[in-house]
């Protein structure tokens, strides 16, 4: 079973738990946006979103940060998913 | 009977009740957004709405993902199903 | 007497009273919006309307699903209306 | 003295007082918005508002509904109007 | 010393106090917005303000009525002006 | 060392502390937005802001009159300034 | 490891504590947005962000002023990076 995002959506499995500290990278959110480093499992198509032309700029296997409340937890055979939109994804992590 | 939904409005039909389990599938919402599995069962025509050309990208038998809280709930004939826009659905579950 | 709708808005005569059932039908609203049957009394001409160009999709006559929290209520010789924007109708009842 | 409304404005003379019956006529409101009977003293030229061209299709002597809390009351030489915007209006009561 | 107010703002003097009557005018606001009687002292030049083309369609001498709580109140050499935005402004009083 | 705003945005130096009066003029602020007079710095370069073109009409050394609550206050070498957008700026004292 | 900002973000790494005062600079925020001095680390690609082209000016060793509670915290390998939309700067201090 696989999820296939609609419009601006991206499909994002979590690397880093909430609050928690891996390898040097400590996450400190404010109390407004927490972020969440996590990697991309599927991008959607873009095109015409809420009348915006959206190009897709993110794809799989990237390493991003998130705000940690943006998006939609899914759990699907035991693996936690998270869609967001394209938009709320901060920066790639290299 | 049937539901004719208008401009980009989807018909769904609950697949997974709330909070519930079915197979490896284990939905669990944030405090803003709980997801749910539905299968669409009528789709709009898209078109112009609010000022903005809609293509629907739907079509009748996917299996979707959605906000939980999005839509309206409606029983007709003892089936009960949900309306929302096509951008309140976040994902095509395969 | 009559009312003639303005730009996007229709006349509704409610066929279901809220959260009674007829015949098959049982509306179960969300606590953000609840649904009722209503039939199509009169359609405004649509036009542009907030500087969006709407075209009137339902007619006199349609059965259609509102949200019970949409629209303005008016009594006119015994009889009540609610008057909505198109926007707020769901789907037509067919 | 008389007041001329600008750009999409409409003054509105009361013809029913809130909540009071005339002839058969008697309005309920929901809690978001109250209508009332009302006859349109003086419209203003429309135009572009806001960015929106907005073309006037009321005229002096129309009896229209609008929401009760919309507008702002003005009293002038002992008669009440109420100044709101086309928008305003739900519809015409002919 | 003089005001010259920028883009679509509107310097007016306040002819009438807050809820008193002179001549036949009584002025009753609603709760949520309440009239005064001003007269337009200067006019800004219009222009494209916040992306969209304004026309100034009032006048220096011009008596308007406005929502009272909109603009902000400024004293100099001892007379008390309101800077509104010309869409503030709702009725030319003749 | 010096301040250079970025797109619409005014650097001005206070001339009025608030609540206080200078020569002739008194500032009375509403609850909701209270007046200041200042002295302008510097002027950002207009342009595309939110996708609108804005051109800088104020110039360096123009008194005008702000919203109280506008802007950042910045204190550089123990002079204090205020960043804020020329959209706040209400009208030039001459 | 690096942070690549996507679309208008730019990374940028504090220079300046919070409330504390450094040569001559002392930040003094209102109640609203309380500025903040920081180092430009690297620019995000512009383009059309929500429908709207952006054009990055700021660039990578620009010393800038932002609101303080603009933006996410991140930390990579024990330095601490604030992530902003171009338009949450202020101005360049040069």
Do not use: N
């Not at 079973?1 to 979590?14: Q, S």
């Not at 991008?43 to 993110?58: E, F, H, R, S």
Request: glycine content about 10%; aromatic content about 2%.
């Amino acid at each position: 079973m696989k999820l296939t995002p609609l419009a601006d959506r991206v499909i994002l499995k979590m690397v880093e738990a909430e609050e928690t500290t891996k390898g040097g990278i400590i996450l400190t959110g404010s109390a407004k946006e927490k972020p969440s480093v996590a990697e991309v499992i599927s991008v959607g198509p873009g095109g015409v979103v809420d009348g915006k032309t959206i190009t897709m700029t993110v794809k799989a296997g990237d390493k991003v940060i998130t705000d940690k409340y943006a998006g939609t937890k899914v759990t699907l055979e035991d693996v936690e998913y998270v869609v967001v939109r394209q938009g709320d994804i901060l920066a790639i992590v290299e």
